[in-house]
């Protein structure tokens, strides 16, 4: 018995005794035999043709966590979408464009893309990773993250990535930063990409936040702007001049938190700020 055959009867034999909690609705489901062994990161890299669909990629990289019924509830990005923030227009036709927003004020970033509309499953998956201790999520996040990143960017055309930071005092409160976590588990799967990411800085500590701020979720639009205003600063003031900068944050709703990081990177010389989040708010 060839042990191909055996790997496959271990993943029968072991998802019937022990099914996995889909871990938004806590109903017990089968993993997909696929994962058997799963490194699904090594399908995407090696096995699939690249570039995946965004849906593709949700389906690979959260198909262990979630049950199949919370895994099609959720809602992929799909074009079109505005060519500078990322918002998908409702219409389903036509090519990406400018959004009126887009084209009336001038934002501090280059373009902004998610793989996910922020809708409500992955408003419990962020939940559950937020707030309840789901912390098992980080690494399917992340990797969707990664080949989000992948399918919308030249690897080449980004110097440093950076996490948006929360101030001290919601860390301690938190325990962790979701947007490290998020991008936690980029050098181990970019490690096995054929790619170059070992040019790619991945900056933890540069980006910092000086000021806490009351949560932008509890305000609208302009008291966001207001309320995150002058709440950002760089450790090293230097460190960005000339350089491409790719944001990361869960979810972007207005953009004022990485509108405000984008003003603070541009004044210090960064060439271009492209922001990259989990989902994004329509
Ligand atoms: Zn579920
Ligand atoms: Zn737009």
């Not at 994962?35 to 090594?42: E, P, V």
């Not at 500078?84 to 959004?99: L, V």
């Not at 992340?142 to 930071?165: C, N, Q, R, Y």
Request: aromatic share 8%.
């Amino acid at each position: 018995m060839g042990s191909h055959l055996l790997n496959r009867i271990y993943h029968i034999v072991q998802q019937a005794i022990f099914p996995s909690k889909c871990l938004v609705c806590d109903v017990f489901f089968h993993i997909p035999d696929r994962n058997r062994d799963r490194n699904s990161f090594d399908t995407i890299a090696d096995e699939r043709a690249w570039p995946l669909s965004i849906s593709a990629q949700v389906e690979i990289s959260l198909d262990s966590c979630l049950c199949p019924g919370c895994l099609s509830d959720l809602s992929p990005v799909e074009s079109p979408f505005c060519t500078g923030c990322g918002i998908p227009f409702t219409g389903r036709q036509g090519p990406d464009h400018y959004c009126g927003a887009c084209l009336a004020s001038g934002k501090q970033f280059g373009i902004a893309r998610a793989p996910l509309v922020y809708d409500k499953v992955i408003t419990e998956v962020i939940h559950s990773f937020k707030y309840r201790g789901k912390i098992q999520l980080a690494e399917p996040l992340s990797e969707l993250l990664l080949t989000a990143f992948m399918f919308f960017w030249d690897i080449d055309g980004i110097d440093i990535v950076l996490p948006v930071p929360l101030h001290p005092s919601r860390l301690r409160q938190r325990g962790f930063n979701q947007a490290y976590l998020l991008i936690g588990y980029w050098p181990r799967l970019a490690a096995r990409h054929p790619g170059d990411f070992s040019r790619i800085q991945i900056e933890r500590d540069l980006l910092i936040r000086t000021m806490p701020t009351a949560p932008q979720s509890a305000l609208g639009r302009d008291q966001r702007a207001d309320n995150i205003k002058g709440a950002f600063d760089l450790a090293d003031k230097d460190a960005v001049q000339g350089k491409n900068i790719l944001l990361i944050d869960d979810v972007y709703t207005t953009g004022a938190t990485v509108n405000e990081c984008g003003r603070l990177l541009l004044d210090r010389g960064a060439r271009q700020v492209d922001v990259l989040t989990l989902a994004r708010a329509i």
